[in-house]
């Protein structure tokens, strides 16, 4: 599975962006895929998953409730709606694929990787 990661951009605090994460492979619908984000000089933090049918997803605490996860699989592609934007959700944001079944939190579960797409909240 390759993943390219596109949306990202500059947003005042409590703005909205929507990224994307365009797939190819076939695997692509047999995937679990997630959100990460990775701002400078800490680790990539989880931030959200969804698995292949689309029927479950999770979420990390500091995000629930201001961003959504979903998933095309016609269109091979993944988006992460973000609203209420605040500063420290400043970052480079990846999206990544996971073989498995059910949704893992962990980075080190993810075989496949986007490029990261920067997100910078101004206050």
């Known amino acids: 599975v390759q993943l390219q990661a596109s949306g990202g951009g500059l947003v005042q605090a409590g703005g909205s962006l929507r990224l994307s994460c365009a797939a190819s492979?076939?695997?692509?619908?047999?995937?679990?895929l997630g959100w990460f984000r990775q701002a400078p000089g800490k680790d990539r933090d989880f931030v959200a998953a969804i698995t292949r049918s689309g029927s479950s997803t999770h979420y990390a605490d500091s995000v629930r409730g201001r961003f959504t996860i979903s998933r095309d699989n016609a269109k091979n592609t993944i988006y992460l709606q973000m609203n209420s934007l605040k500063p420290e959700d400043t970052a480079v944001y990846y999206c990544?694929?996971?073989?498995?079944?059910?949704?893992?939190?962990?980075?080190?579960?993810?075989?496949?990787w986007g490029q990261g797409t920067q997100v910078t909240v101004s206050s």
């Open positions: 492979g076939r695997t692509f619908k047999t995937a679990t």
């Open positions: 990544a694929a996971d073989g498995h079944l059910t949704i893992a939190t962990q980075a080190a579960r993810y075989d496949y």
